[in-house]
Structures are given as structure tokens and as C-alpha cells.
């Protein structure tokens, strides 16, 4: 994949972020209490967040989020985008400004409130490790500079706000997508 293209008159258009969302249908403690359909609703409200952004794929995590990550940025080149599943919340502008506060060569890391990643964006796929998992959010930044890069934290509510429980889905019910809005208004999510 090339990282410009040819727009009209000849101009390079530097091309679309590639976006990841590494998804498990059982991944979160929501589906302990019978709720796969709230994890797929959420899937659908950070697609629907992500798409109108750039190429948008879901990695199927199966067998854990780093691998299904690596996996699909061994396919990619230029600036990728790495977006959990459990965000309901996140917005298209989300999505832009997790990529507009990439420094040139180097990554932008969205922590959870717990410590946890939620977001990268990296400059290129080569600067991804898997390091998922508690402490990551500054474990990626320790990368990024023993790699010699620049990185960056972006504290936005929507990319800071996952939902892995009820009631971190309750803290967030006024803001959540159409998606997780209707699943969680259903009884049988109550």
C-alpha cells in the first residue's frame, strides 16, 4: 500500500490511515453475564466510528489481541490506527484526532483510566509491539522511545472510556452509539 496517491492535477493526496479493530466476541466480563450481543453492538458503533475515517479492519482475536493486531499490520504500510472493540462512545472525530496528534515517525497512545491501551496510532505498522494488557499505555511509550520515536498521549473521554462491565456501560449510557443504545435499551440487558 502506497502512502500517497495521485489526486487531480497531479497532486499527491497522502493516502486514508489504515484503522485495525481487533475483536473476540467473547472478550469482554460482559459476556459472563450472557451479553455477546452487547460486545457485537459495540463492534458495530467503533466501525461506524472508524470507516467514514479510513480502510477500516477487523482482526479477529481469537488468539489474542496482540497477534490478531501483528497479523493484520504485517499486510499494511503508512500510518495505522489500532481501536478496541469496547469503545460505544467513539465518534469519527475521535478517530481524527487519535491520528492528527501522530508525531512524524512515532505514536500516539490512547490509555483506558485502569492504565490499559484503548488506541495507537502509529506512524508506521513496524513500531507495534504487543504489549497489551495492564501498565501497556506507558509500556508503549517506553517503546516508542527505546525505538528512538516520539510519542504522545491523547486524553479524549471517548477513547478513555471502554466498557468491560455493566456498570462501566451505565457510566456511559448517554454517550454510547446507536448500536450498543439499542441492545442495552432491550430487556434482556437489564
Do not use: W
Not at 27 to 55: F, I, Q, S
Not at 112 to 118: I, K, L, M, R
Not at 159 to 181: I, N, Q
Amino acid at each position: 500500500m502506497d502512502d500517497e496517491r495521485s489526486g487531480r492535477g497531479g497532486a499527491v493526496i497522502p493516502a486514508a490511515p489504515t484503522i485495525v479493530v481487533p475483536f473476540r466476541a467473547g472478550k469482554t466480563r460482559l459476556d459472563a453475564d450472557g451479553r455477546t450481543e452487547l460486545a457485537l453492538a459495540m463492534l458495530e458503533d467503533v466501525l461506524a466510528a472508524c470507516r467514514p475515517v479510513g480502510p477500516t479492519i477487523v482482526a479477529d482475536a481469537e488468539s489474542g489481541q496482540g497477534s490478531a493486531v501483528r497479523q493484520a499490520l504485517d499486510a499494511l504500510d503508512g500510518i495505522v490506527a489500532i481501536v478496541n472493540a469496547d469503545l460505544p462512545c467513539l465518534t469519527p472525530d475521535d478517530v481524527r484526532a487519535l491520528l492528527d496528534s501522530l508525531p512524524e515517525d512515532g505514536m500516539a497512545v490512547a490509555p483506558a483510566a485502569d492504565g490499559t491501551t484503548n488506541a495507537l496510532a502509529l506512524a508506521d505498522p513496524s513500531l507495534f509491539a504487543s504489549l497489551y494488557g495492564p501498565g501497556s499505555a506507558e509500556e508503549f511509550r517506553s517503546h516508542a522511545s527505546q525505538l528512538g520515536v516520539p510519542s504522545v498521549v491523547v486524553s479524549r473521554a471517548n477513547l478513555a472510556d471502554d466498557v468491560d462491565t455493566l456498570a462501566d456501560l451505565k457510566r456511559v449510557a448517554e454517550r454510547v452509539g446507536p448500536h450498543t443504545r439499542a441492545v442495552a435499551a432491550a430487556p434482556s440487558a437489564r
